[in-house]
């Protein structure tokens, strides 16, 4: 039988936390909530290195791109938001569906990323004139 015991808790949030993801390579694990921010915690210190700002309502998904260099986040602000990790920056939003964003995810190749919304539809979203959402 497997067994797991607590080894850290991470402290920050001001409201509940809804979503969470490991960066590719493992550094990094990116922490989401009802506080409307996404934080970004260095796993060998477990210290939170950066707090991104910019959705109006909760954080309800994230995920890594393959090459960890850009954050996806999902919002109960129906759109998504695409993150440069090393400054923070917000790059794009994305807008299309009527309700909130409940999962999303990026093909491995980088080449699609799909959201799933309390709409009851899954969007699939590329960039413009490149078959390459992300480089």
Same mark, same amino acid.
């Given at each position: 039988?497997?067994?797991? &015991?607590?080894?850290?808790?991470?402290?920050?949030?001001?409201?509940? *936390?809804? !979503?969470?993801?490991?960066?590719?390579?493992?550094?990094?694990?990116?922490?989401?909530? &009802?506080?409307?921010?996404?934080?970004?915690?260095? %796993?060998?210190?477990? $210290?939170? %290195?950066?707090?991104?700002?910019?959705?109006?309502?909760? %954080?309800?998904?994230?995920?890594? !791109?393959?090459?960890?260099?850009?954050?996806?986040? #999902?919002?109960?602000?129906?759109?998504? $938001?695409?993150?440069?990790?090393?400054?923070?920056? &917000?790059? +794009?939003?994305? %807008?299309?569906?009527?309700?909130?964003?409940?999962?999303?995810?990026?093909?491995?190749? #980088?080449?699609?990323? =799909?959201?799933?919304?309390?709409?009851? +539809? *899954?969007?699939?979203?590329?960039?413009?004139?490149?078959?390459? =959402?992300? &480089?």
């Amino acid at each position: 039988m497997l067994t797991f &015991e607590s080894i850290q808790i991470l402290d920050g949030h001001t409201a509940a *936390v809804r !979503a969470l993801a490991f960066s590719p390579d493992g550094t990094l694990l990116a922490t989401g909530g &009802e506080d409307r921010t996404i934080r970004l915690w260095d %796993v060998a210190s477990w $210290k939170c %290195v950066q707090t991104l700002s910019g959705h109006p309502w909760s %954080v309800s998904a994230l995920m890594f !791109a393959p090459d960890g260099a850009v954050l996806i986040s #999902g919002s109960w602000d129906k759109t998504m $938001k695409l993150w440069q990790v090393n400054t923070g920056k &917000e790059i +794009t939003a994305l %807008v299309g569906h009527t309700d909130s964003v409940s999962c999303v995810a990026i093909a491995p190749n #980088g080449s699609t990323i =799909v959201s799933g919304s309390q709409d009851k +539809t *899954v969007k699939l979203w590329q960039r413009c004139g490149d078959n390459r =959402v992300l &480089e």
